[in-house]
């Protein structure tokens, strides 16, 4: 009975997360005028944002182990809300660094904990359902665009609207708790004992987060260089190159309320093949593209072969090992976040030397990558 309340108050936290993010980066340019920071600032700044959300993650694994992920998705999704008005309050460059570490390390912690919350209820629901809460993590975002936009256009204070959306988020996530699942008790000896021990590095553990980086790396490329691709690769408008990035994510949102279905019916290691398969096809295509309008077809299928990819390797993580859930999926999702840090990097280095279409070579062969191992890193998780 408690399982579809579980199922929407999970939804509800992978949404106010992206909500959160979301004003932030809507924000953005407010803050910088008001701070003073310069670009190269705000792209050192916006690293170290992804530095602290990565120590965060890998801080919460072991601390939802021990306390469970419901106890740290809340407290720490309380604490990005009141981190949340804190860019917006920042009056220079040194306190806007404090204030973006302090939002990028709750953001670490919601991460892990909010994974893995829906692999818990995924495991009791007894069939695919992760990629359905990535989807609300990408409504969020939208609600966030919306609303922020929103309230730019009437004149509204970064410190105001983001101190109104730090408020709802408080709220919300103390409204969700109740309806979030427990830890489950560990009535054997192994399991009792799990929380204090340091699980291994297997070499499962290494295949699935090495996959979960080359893909989250391809998305990065995506969400950094798609519309800067359609704009001064192919001479494109501003206007029609910021289609691209939209193709991308409405494309992504979108398969990502549905992917579930495919994982069912496929199993996840054959929906990846599929699916990473795809967003290969979707690069060799923006490769290709002759005009904008081919490229923005490129750029939508690239969304719909990602979509559903990284979380069934979360999900993997979860299951490798019950007693670690927390552990391996800090590290599944760390370095999946890594990769997202690093695809944009890596991008603009081959591109200044190679040019930007070869460049693309990357994610398209790591896609090839994942489609080829998928299979084996996601082996029996269903049956677990």
Not at 318 to 325: A, H, L, M
Request: with cysteine; charged share 10%; glycine share 12%.
């Amino acid at each position: 009975m408690r399982l579809l309340p579980a199922r929407i108050a999970t939804s509800g936290i992978f949404g106010l997360n992206g909500f959160v993010l979301g004003m932030w980066v809507v924000h953005i340019p407010l803050i910088k005028d008001r701070t003073g920071v310069a670009d190269h600032q705000l792209g050192l700044l916006l690293l170290v944002l992804g530095v602290a959300a990565w120590i965060g993650m890998q801080a919460a694994g072991p601390l939802t182990d021990r306390f469970g992920s419901r106890a740290v998705v809340v407290t720490a999704m309380v604490a990005m809300g009141f981190a949340l008005p804190l860019p917006g309050l920042a009056h220079d460059q040194l306190s806007l660094a404090g204030a973006v570490v302090v939002l990028g390390a709750m953001n670490g912690f919601v991460d892990v904990a909010q994974n893995a919350q829906a692999v818990q209820v995924e495991q009791h629901w007894g069939r695919a359902i992760m990629s359905s809460f990535h989807a609300f993590f990408s409504a969020g975002g939208l609600v966030a665009a919306l609303s922020g936009g929103a309230l730019l256009a009437l004149g509204v204070s970064a410190p105001v609207a983001l101190a109104g959306g730090g408020g709802v988020t408080i709220a919300a996530a103390l409204a969700l708790r109740p309806l979030l699942l427990p830890p489950e008790s560990r009535h054997d000896e192994a399991n009792d004992l799990s929380p204090r021990t340091r699980p291994p590095w297997t070499g499962r553990v290494l295949l699935i987060g090495g996959l979960a980086f080359v893909l989250m790396l391809s998305e990065g490329v995506a969400f950094d260089w798609s519309t800067v691709h359609v704009r001064d690769h192919l001479g494109a408008s501003a206007s029609t190159a910021a289609l691209a990035f939209g193709a991308f994510s409405v494309a992504m949102t979108a398969v990502r309320l549905f992917a579930d279905l495919l994982v069912r019916a496929w199993g996840p290691g054959a929906f990846v093949r599929r699916a990473a398969t795809l967003g290969a096809l979707g690069f060799a295509v923006t490769v290709l593209a002759p005009d904008p309008a081919l490229a923005l077809v490129g750029w939508a299928v690239v969304g719909i072969g990602l979509a559903g990819c990284a979380p069934q390797f979360y999900s993997a993580a979860g299951n490798v090992d019950r007693r670690y859930s927390g552990v391996y999926l800090a590290r599944a999702v760390g370095m999946g976040y890594l990769g997202l840090l690093a695809g944009p990097s890596v991008i603009g280095a081959i591109s200044s030397a190679a040019g930007l279409d070869r460049a693309f070579l990357v994610p398209l062969a790591g896609c090839l990558v994942a489609a080829v191992l998928a299979p084996r890193a996601l082996r029996h998780d269903r049956a677990r």
